[in-house]
């Protein structure tokens, strides 16, 4: 019986996808560490949120003749899975592959740990319920990453997850102990009558449109994708702030019923999304944040350590040129000096640094070919101290500049909308003519492409970073050059193509039709939800 009732539970079911996903992390760590951890933990939280930890049985359960000790035990057995394999497979894998992948395997078990004890604590917190407080699924994440870091920073790591294996026990064994034989839909006391205010209208007719809008798992969904976007990173941005929109379009499928226009409906579903996004965006361009860490030029690689005491000129990718035919060009300074730039090959174009050095070559040489990156990416030929002092005076590079901002916020737009025009293609009403099975076929091949695409992309890729970043941005430095001057220019021709996607996802919109269940978005301190 208890098996049954974990298959039926949603955690289980998102337990293969997410254990294929740490297995995928831990195969693409050694080569880009951190960046594939932050998307794999945003991909956590997402999977995490659509689990609903804080739901301990649903209507159909609870009037199952099952004791409620069997509808606690495969709820918990179901979360712990979502927590552990995943975990263990990623610890496991981490550990085959080597490259000094140790610690990460082990910030994966300190993670597992954390997040149980946390679980554990929204299943014990109003146990007699059908559901615990939404607002304790959105604050576990959040305090399991405070504990985790504090646990990575402080020196005594261990003690602090043994102590959170502890609590997490003796709590797990408290609530055990607390299990009722059924769990309550309705609340035990009378509630108190509201006070009559002479109107049966609502003060505020919209609100329930708004809240259907703001459903609870965007709470932590949003946020997640308004980071990735402020860091500078475009790939997993919009996708995150997506997900949102496809939980509104289910959360908002009553309103149909309403004398209200389906365009009027994705305006406000879409457009506080886009804002947001290019917000966000914009506050990481002016404040730096999108570039932290992530130098533009930089004098010397700190992984290769030369000899000869000639440092190497490293630039961003997105300054890099491609050699056409893949013959490499020589780089001559003007009192004859010569480099032979390294190409490097994806897919089937050839690539160079143009203000690289060779081991051979000068120290002169290796401070003209500086001069020459910074001439081209802040303005100005420097040397490093003049471009140290002039960073501190706030000098702005070309990636940074007004016209390349609402460049970059009009690509990060486009793949909002480019994700909002596939997620209304796949509601097409010609689809729903199809066979069930027939369309999760459908679906899952699509997410399986996307998947192999954006695997692929940072797999081929041969420089930091998701090779499609590097590329966009070069992409948008060349039209940068070759639009006129003026800002408005600039805007419009950004506008158009924003325009244009708007119209497809518009009328792509008028055929859609959500065939899934209507769901009922919760305000984030229901007390009661199955």
Same mark, same amino acid.
């Given at each position: 019986?208890?098996?049954?009732?974990?298959?039926?539970?949603?955690? #289980?079911?998102?337990?293969?996808?997410?254990?294929?996903?740490?297995?995928?992390?831990?195969?693409?760590?050694?080569?880009?560490?951190?960046?594939?951890?932050?998307?794999?933990?945003?991909?956590?939280?997402?999977?995490?949120?659509?689990?609903?930890?804080?739901?301990?049985?649903?209507?159909?359960?609870?009037?199952?003749?099952?004791?409620?000790?069997?509808?606690?035990?495969?709820?918990?057995?179901?979360?712990?899975?979502?927590?552990?394999?995943?975990?263990?497979?990623?610890?496991?894998?981490?550990?085959?592959?080597?490259?000094?992948?140790?610690?990460?395997?082990?910030?994966?078990?300190?993670?597992?740990?954390?997040?149980?004890?946390?679980?554990?604590?929204?299943?014990?917190?109003?146990?007699?319920?059908?559901?615990?407080?939404?607002?304790?699924?959105?604050?576990?994440?959040?305090?399991?990453?405070?504990?985790?870091?504090?646990?990575?920073?402080?020196?005594?790591?261990?003690?602090?997850?043994?102590?959170?294996?502890?609590?997490?026990?003796?709590?797990?064994?408290?609530? #055990?102990?607390?299990?009722?034989?059924?769990?309550?839909?309705? /609340?035990?006391?009378?509630?108190?009558?509201?006070?009559?205010?002479?109107?049966?209208?609502?003060?505020?007719?919209?609100?329930?449109?708004?809240?259907?809008?703001?459903?609870?798992?965007?709470?932590?969904?949003?946020?997640?994708?308004?980071?990735?976007?402020?860091?500078?990173? &475009?790939?997993?941005?919009?996708?995150?702030? !997506?997900?949102?929109?496809?939980?509104?379009?289910?959360?908002?499928?009553?309103?149909?019923?309403?004398?209200?226009?389906?365009?009027?409906?994705?305006?406000?579903?879409?457009?506080?999304?886009?804002?947001?996004?290019?917000?966000?965006?914009?506050?990481?361009?002016?404040?730096?944040?999108?570039?932290?860490?992530?130098?533009?030029?930089?004098?010397?690689?700190?992984?290769?350590?030369?000899?000869?005491?000639?440092?190497?000129? !490293?630039?961003?990718?997105?300054? #890099?040129?491609?050699?056409?035919?893949?013959?490499?060009?020589?780089?001559?300074? /003007? &009192?004859?000096?010569?480099?032979?730039?390294?190409?490097?090959?994806?897919?089937?174009?050839?690539?160079?640094? /143009?203000?690289?050095?060779?081991?051979?070559?000068?120290?002169?040489?290796?401070?003209?070919?500086?001069?020459?990156?910074?001439?081209?990416?802040?303005?100005?030929?420097?040397?490093?101290?003049?471009?140290?002092?002039?960073?501190?005076?706030?000098?702005?590079?070309?990636?940074?500049?007004?016209?390349?901002?609402?460049?970059?916020?009009?690509?990060?737009?486009?793949?909002?909308?480019?994700?909002? #025009?596939?997620?209304?293609?796949?509601?097409?009403?010609?689809?729903?003519?199809?066979?069930?099975?027939?369309?999760?076929?459908?679906?899952?091949?699509?997410?399986?492409?996307?998947?192999?695409?954006?695997?692929?992309?940072? &797999?081929?890729?041969?420089?930091?970073?998701?090779?499609?970043?590097?590329?966009?941005?070069?992409?948008?430095?060349?039209?940068?050059?070759?639009?006129?001057?003026?800002?408005?220019?600039?805007?419009?021709?950004?506008?158009?193509?924003?325009?244009?996607? &708007?119209?497809?996802?518009?009328?792509?919109?008028?055929?859609?039709?959500?065939?899934?269940?209507?769901?009922?978005?919760?305000?984030?301190?229901?007390?009661?939800?199955?």
């Amino acid at each position: 019986m208890i098996l049954q009732l974990m298959k039926r539970d949603p955690a #289980w079911k998102f337990t293969p996808w997410l254990t294929a996903a740490a297995v995928i992390a831990a195969l693409l760590y050694s080569r880009y560490g951190s960046l594939i951890l932050g998307a794999t933990g945003g991909f956590i939280v997402a999977i995490f949120m659509r689990a609903q930890p804080h739901q301990r049985v649903t209507f159909f359960e609870a009037a199952l003749p099952v004791a409620g000790r069997d509808l606690f035990l495969a709820r918990f057995l179901s979360l712990m899975a979502l927590i552990w394999l995943p975990a263990t497979a990623m610890a496991a894998t981490l550990l085959l592959t080597g490259n000094g992948a140790f610690p990460a395997s082990v910030i994966a078990g300190f993670a597992a740990v954390v997040l149980t004890m946390g679980m554990i604590i929204i299943l014990s917190t109003r146990i007699e319920e059908f559901a615990a407080p939404v607002w304790a699924t959105l604050a576990c994440p959040a305090a399991a990453c405070v504990v985790l870091v504090l646990t990575l920073e402080l020196k005594h790591s261990i003690l602090i997850v043994a102590i959170c294996g502890a609590v997490a026990i003796i709590l797990g064994v408290l609530t #055990w102990n607390r299990i009722p034989e059924t769990f309550q839909c309705a /609340p035990i006391a009378v509630s108190a009558p509201r006070k009559n205010t002479g109107s049966a209208a609502p003060s505020l007719p919209w609100w329930p449109i708004i809240r259907s809008l703001l459903a609870w798992q965007s709470a932590i969904i949003i946020p997640i994708s308004l980071w990735w976007v402020a860091s500078g990173i &475009w790939l997993f941005a919009p996708m995150y702030m !997506m997900m949102a929109y496809a939980q509104s379009l289910v959360t908002t499928r009553w309103t149909l019923a309403l004398p209200i226009s389906r365009r009027f409906m994705l305006a406000i579903a879409l457009v506080p999304m886009l804002l947001l996004l290019a917000g966000s965006a914009e506050v990481g361009m002016l404040t730096g944040y999108a570039r932290q860490g992530r130098d533009l030029v930089r004098l010397g690689d700190p992984s290769h350590f030369r000899p000869t005491g000639t440092p190497d000129v !490293m630039v961003n990718p997105a300054f #890099w040129r491609i050699a056409p035919g893949g013959r490499m060009p020589v780089i001559q300074a /003007p &009192w004859g000096e010569e480099f032979h730039p390294e190409p490097v090959r994806i897919l089937s174009l050839t690539f160079y640094n /143009p203000y690289a050095t060779a081991e051979g070559n000068s120290r002169r040489f290796g401070e003209w070919q500086f001069a020459r990156a910074t001439s081209d990416i802040y303005g100005q030929p420097m040397t490093p101290r003049e471009l140290a002092h002039a960073k501190r005076a706030d000098l702005k590079p070309i990636t940074l500049r007004p016209r390349m901002q609402i460049l970059s916020i009009g690509v990060i737009l486009a793949f909002a909308l480019i994700w909002a #025009w596939l997620i209304e293609l796949l509601s097409w009403h010609r689809l729903n003519r199809l066979s069930a099975t027939v369309r999760k076929t459908l679906i899952y091949s699509v997410a399986l492409i996307l998947g192999v695409t954006v695997l692929g992309d940072l &797999w081929v890729s041969k420089v930091p970073g998701p090779v499609s970043q590097a590329a966009l941005e070069a992409g948008l430095l060349f039209v940068s050059r070759h639009l006129p001057p003026s800002l408005a220019v600039v805007a419009l021709v950004t506008l158009v193509p924003l325009v244009v996607l &708007w119209c497809l996802i518009d009328r792509q919109d008028a055929a859609s039709e959500i065939s899934s269940p209507v769901q009922q978005a919760p305000s984030l301190f229901d007390r009661y939800r199955a």
